[in-house]
Each structure stands twice: as structure tokens, then as C-alpha cells.
């Protein structure tokens, strides 16, 4: 007998499981047994009774998020399996051990397996970042496994949870050390310096996803003027003032960001006069710019579509945002823009940057489509997973 309360499916509707699709939707589940509430773990099983997948239970549309396709004896040692193979992969794409980098996702979701769990590591720090009551409630099982997989490299766990977790599942949840205590929060990202603030900064402190877009944003702004939306704590503007960009605006609504970003020019030493930040709205910002001012544009907003309810009006921001970039950047300009908003597709985010280039009556060519690096993996069952959406367009 099984130590795990069962979900059963409806006949016909164990096949995405069988496919390893990581999501199992409350209208699939025939019946349940009666302790299974929020947060317990489960298993599924098929109208005849047969174990399909391991996972934990809440009461939403997505009413079971997969931990396991095969039965599962010991939960001490899944986490062990789970954050191993996690820091392998990063170990083999050459991010763990690297001389001008140590900052990097460890755990990336449902891309490693682990649906509902982010892992950030900060040059020692690894932020825990749990986006349910279950995933919560595996802290310290998660910070032995990492302890164990990471040796002398870990000196720090940071339970960041509070910010991701649903108002009534947080009650007790505060940020807190779960291991260690808090060291330098310098970091280095391809040779640039950055100051964290994994305590009170959005997400887990610092946007670690665009890394390899902002090391491709240096090869366009050397002698450039760039404008930087969305700036938050400057990543883009530092990468295009240490690649020679003449002059860099960043602008984003929070001032404390601004802030941070500011510092974080000064820590890679941009001489004076190169950057300049304003904490202001960014449509506002680009309402009373000049037209044809600017030769590099970065957009790169926060998520406009938080669920599927919100996604046409997320398309009309987008569509309105890439419109005014389109209207203020030079002749030959570059944009850079992004969409994190997993609600809105692919097609749907090249639609909307469609629909402002049309608006615009500019002469516009994509040269380059961008997602998230290697660090954030996507599992090829879970397409969904592919969050982060972008373009490289120039502008005539």
C-alpha cells in the first residue's frame, strides 16, 4: 500500500502524463482520496490503478505539479537526485566553475524537474525561492541536498519565498537565512561587477536570464547613444558602457533600482558624463524625448501578462511600447526587446512588435531571435517553459 494519498484520472486522460507533460489539470482527475488537500504530496494513478507520477497537490486549474515519473522511496534522497543533476548540467556548460562569472540558475523550475522551485546562486549565496505551500514546506530537506552538492562553494541559503507565495499560504513566511548568513553581495557577470540585493530587489535580485543578451547588446553600441527602459538595477546600461556607448540612459519607476544601478556604473568604474538614469514612468520618459535621438533601444519590461485573463492587454502594451521605440530611435537604429511573460507565445510577442512596426511606418528587419540561456533549460515535454522572448531589429 502506498505511504501517499492517490488522485486517479479519467480514462484517456493519463496519455500528457505518459508524454511526461509536468502539469496534470483539475479536470483530468476523476476522484481523489479525502486527505488529499493543498500541499500534500500525491500519487497519480490511471482508472486501473497504475502509478504514473509523483507529485504535490493544490486546489487550482493546475491541480498537480510533477516531482517524479517513477516511484519515489525517499524524498531526502530525490531532492539529493534532483539538485545533482541540476548542478551538473550547469557544471557542463561551463558556468560553475567560471573565472568572470559566479552568478548563474541552478534550479530552473519545471526545466530541472522541480515545478515550483527557483534556485539563484550569487557567488556563494543561493537564494530558494519556493512558489508553493509544498515546495515551501522541503526547505530544509532542499538546503542539505544543496550543502552536499555544492561542498565549500555554497556559504549561504536565502528563503526568498515570501514575495512568490500566495497571500494565504505566507502568513508564517518571512525572509530568512536558511543556512549561513550574508556575506558580500558583489557578483561578477561576464567580467562585470553587480551589486545584489537578494533581500529586498524584485525576482531573486537581479534578472540573471538576459546574461547572454546583454553580452550580445556589446557588440552594437560602440560610439552609440542607448537608451535602457526598464532598467532596473542597470544590467544593459553597465554592458553598454563598458562596450563604449557614448552615452546611456536608464530609466525605470522605482527609485530604488535606479539607485542600485547607479552604483553599479560607479563599481565598473564608466567615466563621468556616459550614464545618466532617471526614475521615471518609461512611456512618459520616451513621450518627451526627441525623436531620432538614440541609436540603441532597450525594452525590456516586467511581465504585462501575469495569467491568460490579462494577455490582450499585455499584447496592446507591447504593440504600444515598440511603436514608441520605433518612432524615437535613429535611421539604422537597433531595438532589443523582450517579452517575460509566459501567457504570451512566441507568435503572439512577434505579432504585437508586428502591429507597432505597421503603426510606425518604419522600414523594419528582424536579425536576431533571442530566449533564455542555457542555465534556465526548458524540458522539450514542457513547452511551455520557454518564458523569455526576444528580438534584435533594426530600424530604417
Known amino acids: 500500500m502506498s505511504k501517499f494519498p492517490a488522485v486517479i484520472l479519467h480514462p484517456h486522460k493519463a496519455e500528457a502524463v505518459k508524454r511526461f507533460h509536468p502539469w496534470i489539470f483539475s479536470g483530468a482527475i476523476q476522484r481523489k482520496d479525502n486527505n488529499v488537500t493543498d500541499g500534500a504530496l500525491v500519487e497519480v494513478l490511471d482508472g486501473r490503478g497504475q502509478f504514473l507520477a509523483l507529485g504535490y497537490y493544490s486546489s487550482g486549474s493546475i491541480a498537480v505539479r510533477v516531482l517524479s515519473f517513477t516511484p519515489v522511496d525517499s524524498m531526502e534522497q530525490l531532492w539529493l537526485d534532483k539538485i545533482q543533476s541540476a548542478w551538473t ?6 558556468i560553475t566553475d567560471n573565472v568572470a562569472t559566479n552568478v548563474y540558475r541552478l534550479v530552473n523550475a519545471e526545466g530541472d524537474g522541480v515545478p515550483g522551485l527557483v534556485i539563484d546562486y550569487y557567488a556563494g549565496t543561493c537564494v530558494f525561492q519556493a512558489h508553493s505551500l509544498f515546495i515551501h514546506s522541503q526547505r530544509q530537506l532542499i538546503t542539505e541536498a544543496l550543502k552536499k552538492v555544492l561542498g565549500k ?38 567580467g562585470h561587477k553587480f551589486l545584489v540585493d537578494w533581500e529586498g530587489g524584485q525576482k ?59 552604483q553599479n556604473i560607479a563599481l565598473n568604474n564608466i567615466p563621468d558624463g556616459v550614464h545618466q538614469a532617471a ?7 520616451m513621450k518627451r524625448s526627441p525623436d531620432h535621438y538614440y541609436d540603441v533601444i532597450v525594452l ?59 503603426e510606425s511606418s518604419r522600414n523594419i528587419r528582424i536579425i536576431d531571435h533571442l530566449n533564455q540561456p542555457a542555465d534556465h533549460p526548458q524540458s522539450i515535454f514542457h513547452p511551455e517553459g520557454l518564458y523569455l522572448k526576444g528580438l534584435v531589429l533594426s530600424v530604417e
Open 89 to 94: 548540467l550547469r557544471k557542463n556548460i561551463g
Open 279 to 285: 526614475a521615471e514612468d518609461v512611456f512618459e520618459f
Open 204 to 262: 531573486t535580485g537581479f534578472f540573471i536570464d538576459q546574461r547572454e543578451n546583454r553580452q550580445l547588446l556589446s557588440h552594437y553600441v560602440k560610439g552609440k547613444r542607448v537608451l535602457n527602459t526598464f532598467s532596473y538595477t542597470g544590467g544593459f546600461s553597465v554592458y553598454a558602457a563598458k562596450a563604449g556607448a557614448t552615452l546611456v540612459h536608464s530609466v525605470d519607476s522605482s527609485v530604488k533600482a535606479v539607485e542600485l544601478a547607479v
Open 153 to 190: 562553494a555554497l556559504k549561504a541559503v536565502y528563503d526568498k519565498s515570501e514575495a512568490v507565495l500566495e497571500r494565504k499560504q505566507k502568513a508564517d513566511v518571512t525572509g530568512s537565512y536558511l543556512y549561513g548568513e550574508k556575506t558580500s553581495n558583489e557578483v561578477l557577470e561576464y
Open 300 to 358: 525590456d519590461p516586467p511581465a504585462f501578462a501575469k495569467n491568460q485573463h490579462s494577455r490582450h492587454q499585455a499584447v496592446q502594451a507591447y504593440k504600444r511600447l515598440n511603436k514608441a521605440a520605433f518612432d524615437k530611435i535613429k535611421p539604422g537604429g537597433i531595438v532589443f526587446t523582450f517579452s517575460c511573460s509566459q501567457a504570451v507565445g512566441p507568435e503572439l510577442f512577434d505579432g504585437a512588435v508586428a502591429a507597432g512596426a505597421i
